[in-house]
């Protein structure tokens, strides 16, 4: 697996994909709810970075904004390799995130579980990717 990327490389970011989506589901499982979707966006975040890294695609740093956008349309759009929702997902549990940390408001349960479920889900077609 190469590291075609600046900085943290492929590898590099899905090992940190892995890791906080972990701690998204171990957080859920004991019901902190606001860990677990800080935990799930990070997560999200590192598998894209680690997808468009292996793509060639070499930003220096990425904004949560452009890192979403670029991975929709390289991603999605121009290969195929991630199905539509992606997008939806990372802008949900980037809104969930925000609020969780930068609000009083309150997160619901089934919204949270589902966005740890959605992070799982990206994770593991960004490994299953990298590792063609």
């Not at 859920?28 to 292996?54: F, I």
């Not at 349309?73 to 991630?82: F, P, S, T, Y």
Request: hydrophobic share 40%.
């Amino acid at each position: 697996m190469k590291d075609r990327g600046n900085g943290v490389g492929t590898q590099v970011a899905l090992e940190r994909s892995e890791e906080f989506v972990q701690s998204a589901e171990g957080s859920v499982e004991r019901e902190h709810w606001h860990v677990a979707v800080v935990c799930a966006y990070s997560a999200m975040y590192w598998a894209a970075v680690a997808l468009l890294t292996w793509a060639g695609i070499k930003p220096g740093r990425w904004r949560h904004e452009t890192l979403r956008e670029a991975l929709i349309i390289e991603m999605v759009l121009k290969r195929r390799i991630l199905q539509q929702e992606v997008g939806h997902w990372m802008r949900e549990t980037y809104e969930l995130r925000r609020k969780a940390l930068y609000t009083g408001g309150l997160l619901f349960a089934n919204e949270v579980r589902r966005s740890v479920k959605q992070t799982r889900e990206m994770v593991n077609r960004a490994k299953e990717v990298i590792r063609l």
